[in-house]
């Protein structure tokens, strides 16, 4: 147990640098407000609810996850000035959150860890020093937590800060954490909380950011486009209704790109998944710098703190990236012969990656029927995750990967979020010689294969015809393509240009 005298020092310190901390999070090199992600317009709804004593029980408890660089900090801190961030034409939506009816605490748990101070031992000296206890608060406190998994007995922590608080609404929590299995899955939370992900940038949220302030509302997509892109996807009956769907829709991207400048796409694709490259300019280098950072810092500390690996393979684990950024697929017995490292333990690192969410692990169709060990499918969840670990030096035959990254951030991040509407929804690849790079199975018997093509004019209809071969028949097959126009190739396939998925 740590002395009260510690903790005193620790919390005098911390309130009175707070501000001073949260400032660069906040504001930009001009002094002007950082823009908002599209997350943050969730949290501000919920912090209005709970201002405004209309917070559900569940709701009390919120984690956000996600992994390292996609602004998970810059959430909190901007949640914390809430108010410096509502646009003066929705100010009337969020009157209570503006009038500031309610306490607020900000705390870096990793600065907390590093004193070897808990949670626990901080939150009863704050509730001693501030006369109040949380199991019959007067005033509403906002508690923003980051890094939260720093403190071993985090889940247990907030559980008990739920189970005191069933008697009145007068509390919100909102806990971010880079280890998203961790985050998600812990036991002490089932029931007691809500959690969400957030992701690296898509384009049109990059396009947002990046273009607001010189581009105005041009930056912005139609509204409900992304959302009627992805819908089309899913509940088309034939080829043909996608087309006609899309074809409509032409014309409204098409402005919509007009107005952006014309390297945008690339440079998105190159620099654009992490939001804090938005301050860069023409400085390839730091960028693919800072991303390694990221990439560092996962290794260091997320992965370490999942498994205990030995120090040989800690010390391949950037080889083992640089493999699978590299390659086309990942042949694990492959990896090992390259890596001089036991089956064991190499299937433990891709695990402890696809678990911190750097990795997405595509299953074969039809893998859970069979147990011969077939090459798997690693993708990054953003290209330029897989373009900063090659230093931009992508041979030709990786080219298209980093459309497949950018095909799986979407499938990750919106897709499946129709399941409540749809059913289920499996992304899948047929890993048989001459298949297709994707299999969407929607529901019990929908099936949609896509696939990546990037080289070659005529690429993609066999490789979808093989694969409706080998899967038993298929609704439809879209061919993404890197240029080109809309085009109904047959009955069956749909080419559909990159720039409309760069549009979802």
């Avoid at 607020?104 to 626990?120: F, G, M, P, Q, W």
């Avoid at 990896?335 to 750097?358: E, F, H, M």
Wanted: aromatic share 12%; glycine share 6%; hydrophobic share 40%.
């Amino acid at each position: 147990m740590v002395n009260r005298e510690k903790i005193e020092n620790f919390y005098r310190l911390w309130i009175s640098e707070i501000d001073k901390l949260l400032s660069g999070y906040i504001y930009d090199e001009e002094g002007k407000p950082n823009p908002t992600r599209y997350i943050f317009s969730y949290y501000l709804t919920l912090l209005e609810k709970f201002a405004g004593n209309r917070l559900e029980e569940i709701e009390k408890i919120n984690l956000l996850s996600g992994i390292r660089g996609v602004g998970k900090t810059t959430v909190l801190a901007q949640l914390y000035y809430a108010p410096k961030f509502i646009p003066s034409s929705k100010r009337l939506n969020y009157k209570n959150v503006i009038s500031q009816n309610y306490e607020k605490i900000y705390l870096d748990v990793s600065r907390l860890a590093a004193e070897s101070i808990s949670l626990t031992e901080f939150f009863n000296y704050y509730q001693e020093i501030n006369n109040v206890r949380f199991v019959d608060l007067r005033k509403k406190l906002l508690i923003l937590l980051d890094e939260v998994h720093y403190d071993e007995k985090w889940g247990l922590f907030l559980k008990n800060i739920f189970d005191a608080t069933k008697n009145h609404k007068n509390i919100l929590v909102i806990a971010t954490g880079s280890s998203t299995l961790r985050i998600k899955l812990n036991p002490d939370l089932s029931r007691r909380s809500i959690s969400e992900e957030l992701y690296p940038l898509k384009f049109n949220e990059y396009a947002i950011l990046k273009y607001e302030s010189t581009l105005k509302k041009v930056a912005y997509p139609v509204r409900g486009l992304s959302d009627n892109l992805i819908e089309a996807v899913l509940v088309s009956k034939d080829a043909k209704e996608l087309f006609e769907f899309y074809r409509n829709k032409q014309n409204e991207i098409s402005r919509y790109f007009s107005k952006l400048p014309p390297d945008a796409e690339q440079d998105y694709l190159f620099f654009g998944g992490f939001p804090f490259v938005l301050r860069l300019k023409n400085k390839k280098s730091i960028i693919f710098e800072l991303v390694s950072g990221v990439i560092d810092k996962l290794i260091t500390k997320d992965l370490l703190e999942m498994r205990r690996f030995s120090s040989e393979t800690i010390s391949k684990i950037k080889d083992l990236l640089y493999l699978i950024a590299s390659s086309d697929s990942t042949d694990i017995d492959k990896l090992c012969n390259t890596l001089k490292l036991d089956y064991r333990p190499v299937r433990a690192v891709l695990d402890a990656l696809v678990q911190s969410g750097i990795l997405v692990e595509i299953k074969s169709y039809g893998q859970k029927f069979v147990r011969v060990r077939k090459p798997i499918k690693f993708l990054f969840i953003s290209p330029s995750l897989r373009i900063s670990i090659l230093n931009g030096i992508l041979p030709p035959e990786i080219k298209g990967k980093i459309l497949e990254d950018y095909l799986v951030l979407i499938f990750w991040k919106d897709f499946r979020k129709k399941e409540k509407k749809y059913g289920s929804i499996e992304i899948m690849h047929d890993s048989s010689s001459g298949g297709a790079d994707f299999v969407l199975r929607i529901g019990k018997e929908k099936k949609v294969i896509i696939e990546v093509g990037f080289r070659k004019e005529d690429e993609g209809i066999r490789q979808i015809e093989n694969t409706g071969k080998t899967i038993g028949g298929y609704d439809y097959g879209i061919i993404v393509s890197r240029k080109g126009n809309l085009e109904l190739v047959n009955d069956k396939i749909i080419k559909i240009p990159l720039n409309f998925w760069l549009a979802m």
